[in-house]
């Protein structure tokens, strides 16, 4: 299996305060991503990232931000969490860009803002 | 817009063959991922199809028919452990990757 962690794997937050969430990988791929999944709507994209300190948006990242400072790490901040941000963040690795190599997926954290 | 199509819910039976099916309607398609994932658990990779035809894995095996935006997942000799999410994902020439919302397959004795 990949080697990627998440951490933490549960957390529960009040509505407007600030989350980071943890991901590390030590398989040494360039891409790293963020996901969300929800009921109903499948896996979105918030941000990825093609090397150190390049990121970009994906589909839903309104209200979340990223940073990449090593290869190894890529933090998820929810900057004033909502309760519509409650949801299951996946971080995701893969060899390289265009899609066309699989994604690993780390177990994922379960966030709930209340 | 990009659309991908699967069934929500299936159910089978131990020892059984079912197909899950995935539709899509998409510009600048590329290829179709399959992922499975067990209730709690992360999504890990089935199998990947970029041309037309039958890819065989063991118990699993992938269609694709890009003319017709078509693929299905076909299971067989079904296992109690079968019983997950498959999704389908369908990557474009832009680099971007779109999840169908996944089909729970329960497996009955």
């Known amino acids: 299996d990949a080697g990627i962690t998440q951490s933490p794997r549960h957390k529960v937050t009040e509505t407007g305060t600030p989350v980071t969430l943890r991901c590390h990988q030590t398989?040494?791929?360039?891409?790293m991503y963020w996901y969300r999944q929800d009921p109903g709507h499948g896996l979105r994209l918030i941000h990825y990232?093609?090397?150190?300190?390049?990121?970009d948006k994906g589909e839903v990242s309104d209200g979340y931000s990223v940073s990449r400072s090593k290869t190894e790490d890529f933090l998820l901040t929810l900057e004033s969490a909502t309760s519509s941000q409650t949801s299951v963040y996946f971080c995701?690795?893969?060899?390289?860009?265009?899609?066309?190599?699989?994604?690993?997926f780390g177990n994922g954290t379960r966030l709930t803002v209340t | 817009g990009q659309n991908i199509d699967q069934p929500t819910e299936m159910t089978a039976t131990e020892g059984a063959i079912v197909q899950i099916n995935c539709t899509y309607q998409?510009?600048?398609?590329?290829?179709l991922f399959w992922y499975q994932q067990h209730a709690g658990e992360a999504p890990t990779f089935l199998s990947y199809?970029?041309?037309?035809g039958l890819e065989e894995k063991g118990r699993f095996s992938s269609f694709l028919s890009r003319s017709k935006g078509y693929s299905y997942l076909l299971l067989k000799e079904l296992q109690m452990k079968d019983s997950a999410s498959y999704l389908c994902?369908?990557?474009?020439?832009?680099?971007?990757?779109?999840f169908g919302q996944g089909t729970t397959l329960q497996v009955k004795p």
């Open positions: 998409t510009s600048g398609f590329n290829g």
């Open positions: 990232s093609y090397g150190v300190k390049d990121t």
């Open positions: 995701a690795i893969s060899e390289d860009r265009g899609f066309n190599s699989p994604l690993h």
């Open positions: 199809n970029v041309l037309d």
């Open positions: 398989e040494n791929h360039r891409y």
């Open positions: 994902a369908v990557s474009l020439n832009t680099g971007k990757l779109i």
